[in-house]
């Protein structure tokens, strides 16, 4: 982050909800990624649904220790056309899931999520693709085990470095714009307003460009 940046953070209310989503979820809110992981006080989970029930974002609880809940932030008609993917569908068979309901999928992830929050082994690594992870990258890992990487960044990277610079760096770009966005007082359904009207705007603006055809 920008030096701008990282001073308006340290003046932010870092417990406030608003700042720990613009914090962890910055590239879901503003539309960029399909979905992230929040990690917050357990007593905020009711909170969490509230700001995303009029949204086109689903929560999700993964995980609930004695004093944090963990929760999968997603949009689910981006998630499953992620998964309807011939790497990603082969990849989560590989992983033991033969139905890409993601009902199944969530009962088999949060039980080995819970697992491996209680005794820290067999992590799993089907979480990566459900976080939009690249298949070459989340294998790459488990064949690693996490060793031996090209670079580092939102993840771990086995393939291409290039590309995974490039969307680290919108990463970063969305979290500089959340951050600016709530320190100046905007909401958190603003940000995912604003991204929902923007891309309203360009079906609007491909359908003028069919029509001058």
């Not at 990624?33 to 974002?57: G, H, M, P, Q, Y």
């Not at 998964?83 to 309901?101: D, H, I, P, S």
Request: hydrophobic letters at 40%; a positive charge.
């Amino acid at each position: 982050m920008s030096r701008e940046v990282l001073e308006i953070v340290e003046k932010m209310d870092k417990k406030e909800l608003k700042t720990q989503l613009a914090l962890q979820c910055a590239p879901l809110l503003t539309g960029i990624k399909l979905s992230n992981l929040l990690t917050v006080a357990k007593d905020r989970n009711r909170e969490v649904e509230c700001v995303f029930r009029n949204t086109d974002i689903t929560v999700h609880t993964l995980c609930q220790t004695q004093n944090r809940i963990t929760m999968l932030l997603f949009r689910e008609r981006e998630l499953l056309a992620y998964l309807e993917r011939k790497e990603v569908k082969n990849t989560m068979r590989m992983f033991g899931y033969q139905t890409l309901r993601l009902t199944d999928i969530f009962e088999n992830l949060c039980a080995r999520y819970q697992k491996y929050m209680s005794d820290r082994l067999s992590f799993p690594h089907e979480l990566g693709l459900l976080l939009g992870y690249p298949v070459e990258d989340v294998l790459g890992f488990i064949r690693n085990e996490g060793k031996n990487y090209l670079y580092s960044g939102y993840w771990k990277v086995y393939g291409d470095v290039a590309k995974a610079k490039q969307t680290f760096a919108s990463y970063n770009a969305a979290k500089e714009e959340a951050i600016r966005l709530i320190f100046s007082g905007a909401d958190i359904t603003e940000l995912v307003w604003k991204r929902h009207k923007s891309e309203e705007r360009r079906k609007l603006d491909f359908s003028d460009m069919l029509l001058l055809q």
